[in-house]
C-alpha cells in the first residue's frame, strides 16, 4: 500500500469539519483505498461482481436443502437479471460477471462454459473434491476473470458466489484454517432442517478424516475440500491484489474463499473489504481469520455476492467524505480544545 | 400497521429466487415498510433529514471537547452544504432540513431562529435543563418540522442532532429509562479525555441527585436532564409515525430521543428503523431498550444523522428486491425439497 498517500488523506480526513475519527470506519476505508490505489485521490468509478458458479459431488450425501439443478437455473437467472444480485447490482451502478468454473450440467449456448474447469467436484466424503491440476485451474480462471474486469476499467470488485451445497465446503476449508470445531462453523446454508443439519455435520466430518487436508497448505484444502468457485473466487482475489485493485468479500463462501487467498499471499488482505456478517455460524470464525469486522448486519445467508453489492454504497460514502466536506478553517468552526 | 398489505409482500418475498427469508434484514424492512405505508407496493420517492440543533447549559460543567460557539458554526456549515451529513445526503438523494430548535447564540438572518424554543438549556447539574412549557414546545417543533417535510412529498425520513455537549443529557436520558448504571453509558463523545470522562460521569450523578427524574414519565426525563434538540427529534418521531411514516433513527442522541417518543407512544416503535450501533457505550442499550439490532456497524461516532442518511441505501435495497426480482415460477428455477 501506498503509505504517502494513505498519510495526505489522513492528514485532510483530520481536518474536516467533524470530531478526528468521528466517521470510524468511513475514515479508515477511504485511507485505505488511497494505499491500494496508489493516489490521495482515490475514484470509484467502474464497478463490477465477480460472481462464480461451480457444483458439488457431496451434494449426493443429501448436504442441500435445493436440487442440483438449481445451479445452472440460477445461471440463466443472473444472464437474465432475475437474480437478488442483479436487483442489487443494479441499484449499486455495477456490472455483474457471472462465470461457470464448474456447473454439473450443460448450459446453454455453448459459449457459456468455456472457462469450466470440470462438471461439478467429485464427492469429498470419499475422497478429494478436485485434483491439484483442477484446483489450480480454478484459481486461474479466477484470476482471468478479475483482470479482465480491471482492464475493462473496473476499479472496485467484488466477490459473489452460486453453487448448490457450496456451505459444505466452506465449512470444511474454515475448519482446517482456523482448528474450530466443526459443530461450530457448520450451519443451516439455504436452510436444511435438523436431521440434513445432522447428516451435514456427519459428512464433514467424514470428507476430513478421509481427506486429511494439511491445514499448512492451502492449496491441499482447496483441492481436498474445496470447489471450483471458490477456487475461482480465491484467484480473483489474488489477481484484485496483484493489479492493486480493491475487492469486497461477500458472505461466508467468499471469506471462505478470501482465507485460502490469504494463506497463499497474505498481503493480498490488504486489498481486501469485508461486508456483511453471515447467518452462517462459521463466517464470523472466517472473518476474525481474516482481521475483519462485517460493516454489514443484515442476516442474510444468500451468498451471490449480495452482501458485497450492498457495500459498494458504504466505500462510495468514504469517498465522498473525504471529496465533499469542508475543512475547519474553510467553514470557520473552532476546533477541538485541549 | 397494515396487516394485509404485510401478508401480501411475505407470500411475494417468498415466491422470489431465493431461499425463503434468506434476505434477512432486507425481507423484514421491506414489509415492514408496506404495512407502514398500507399497500402492497411501498415507495420511497422523496427523502430528508430532520437535523435539530441545540445547546446545552450543562457544557459550562466541562463535559465536551469542543466550544460551544461550534453549534452555530456547523448550522451555518449544514447550511452550505459542507458537512458530513450533507455529503452523504446527497449521496443518498436526501435533502437536510436543519432547524435550530434551541442553539446559545444569535443566527442570522433572524428567519433561522423562526423555531427557536431557547437559548440553549440550563445547567441540568444545577436543576432541571428545561420547563415543561419548554420541552412540549420543542417537541411540536420536532412535529412540525416533520409534517412539513411529509406534506412536502418526503416518504422516508431520518433524524439528526447538533449540539455542543448533547452525549451528556442522551447518557442521562438513557440511563434513567432503561436503569442501566451511569458508567455503562456514559462515553466520550466528540473524543473527551480520561479526566473529562471522569469529570462527565461525576456531573450525570449531580444532575440525576438534583433532577431526581421520574422513569414513568417520559416527558419528566426529557425536561429535567434533556435538551431541545432531543424534544424535537422526538416530536418528529411521534409525528411520522402520527402520519404513517417511516423515519431512521440516527445513533446515540437520536436513539435516546426515540426512547423518550416510545414512552409518549409506543406504538411509534413500529414507525422507526435503527440504523448504526455507534461506539458510544449507552447507544446498544438504548437500542436494546427499543427492541432493535443496528444494520450498520462503522464505529461511527458524530452524529447529525450521518448512519440514518447511510440506511436509507439499505431501506431502499428492500424495494429493489422485492420489486426487480425474478420468482421461482417465472425463471424456472426449482424449489426447495421436503
Known amino acids: 500500500l501506498d503509505t504517502e498517500a494513505m498519510a495526505q488523506i489522513r492528514k485532510r480526513l483530520d481536518s474536516l469539519t467533524k ?6 470506519q468511513l475514515e479508515e476505508i477511504a485511507t485505505r483505498l488511497g494505499g491500494i490505489q496508489g493516489t490521495a485521490q482515490p475514484q470509484i468509478t467502474r464497478k463490477a461482481v465477480l ?4 457444483d458439488h459431488g457431496v451434494v449426493a450425501e443429501g448436504v442441500s436443502a435445493f436440487p442440483q439443478e438449481v445451479t445452472p437455473q440460477m445461471v440463466y437467472n443472473f444472464l437474465q437479471g432475475g437474480a437478488a444480485i442483479n436487483a442489487l447490482a443494479r441499484q449499486a451502478g455495477a456490472q455483474v460477471i457471472c462465470t461457470d468454473v464448474g456447473v454439473a450440467f450443460p448450459l446453454e449456448p455453448a459459449d457459456l462454459m468455456r472457462h469450466r474447469v470440470a462438471n461439478g467436484t467429485r464427492n469429498m466424503a470419499m475422497g478429494p473434491a478436485l485434483t491439484r491440476q483442477e484446483a489450480l485451474q480454478a ?3 479466477g484470476a482471468e476473470v478479475a483482470e479482465d474486469a480491471i482492464q475493462a476499467g473496473n476499479r472496485l470488485l467484488a466477490t459473489g458466489d452460486m453453487g448448490i451445497g457450496n456451505t459444505t465446503p466452506s465449512s470444511a476449508i474454515v475448519a482446517v484454517l482456523t482448528g474450530a470445531p466443526l459443530a461450530e ?7 436444511i432442517n435438523d436431521g440434513a443439519l445432522a447428516k451435514k455435520r456427519e459428512v464433514l466430518g467424514r470428507a476430513l478424516a478421509v481427506n486429511k487436508p494439511d ?5 491441499d484444502v482447496l483441492t481436498k475440500v474445496g470447489g471450483l468457485e471458490i477456487a475461482a473466487i480465491a484467484g480473483a482475489v489474488l489477481q484484485a491484489a496483484a493489479a492493486r485493485t480493491a475487492i469486497v468479500i461477500d458472505g461466508f463462501i467468499s471469506t471462505a474463499a478470501a482465507m485460502i487467498a490469504a494463506r497463499l499471499s497474505p498481503l493480498s488482505v490488504s486489498y481486501m473489504f469485508p461486508s456483511h456478517g453471515s447467518v452462517e455460524p462459521g463466517h464470523r470464525k472466517a472473518l476474525a481469520f481474516l482481521g475483519f469486522e462485517p460493516m454489514l448486519n443484515l442476516n442474510m445467508r444468500l451468498g451471490e ?8 454504497y458504504l466505500l462510495e460514502a468514504s469517498l465522498h467524505i473525504l471529496n ?12 477541538k480544545e485541549g
Open 19 to 24: 470530531p478526528q475519527g468521528s466517521l470510524g
Open 324 to 335: 465533499e466536506m469542508a475543512t475547519f478553517a474553510d467553514a470557520g468552526v473552532s476546533e
Open 185 to 191: 462453523v457448520v450451519g443451516r446454508g439455504t436452510g
Open 51 to 54: 460472481l462464480m458458479a461451480g
Open 305 to 312: 455476492g449480495t452482501g458485497a453489492a450492498l457495500s459498494f
Open 215 to 219: 491445514p499448512g497448505d492451502a492449496l
Open 139 to 141: 484459481l486461474l480462471v
